[in-house]
């Protein structure tokens, strides 16, 4: 699942041989998943992107709603890093905070 239709094709363009895969527009951090969604997937990867979530916890738990019983998850995700000081000096100029919410 992504938020960004382009990533959505970009993925499917260069990962289309790989039926096990499957790719899907979605907010990670909706309050409401779309039930046909619910218990579907056997497993769920991430790897770098939920250190990008507002509502990380959100994240998580609907990773977790989104897998079968018995259904794994893998998540890596960078939980500090020096590049973070220089967002965080970013978010304060305000020609990059339009991009940096």
Known sequence: ADISQIMIDYAKKNYSNEHRLSFKLMNIETENLPKNEISKYDNALSFYCLHWCQNMRRAIENIYELLKP????????????????????????????????
Do not use: C
């Open 70 to 101: 018995g259904g794994r998850g893998l998540v890596m995700f960078l939980s500090y890093n020096n590049g973070f000081d220089a967002y965080m000096r970013l978010q304060k100029n305000p020609r990059y905070q339009p991009y940096m919410q």
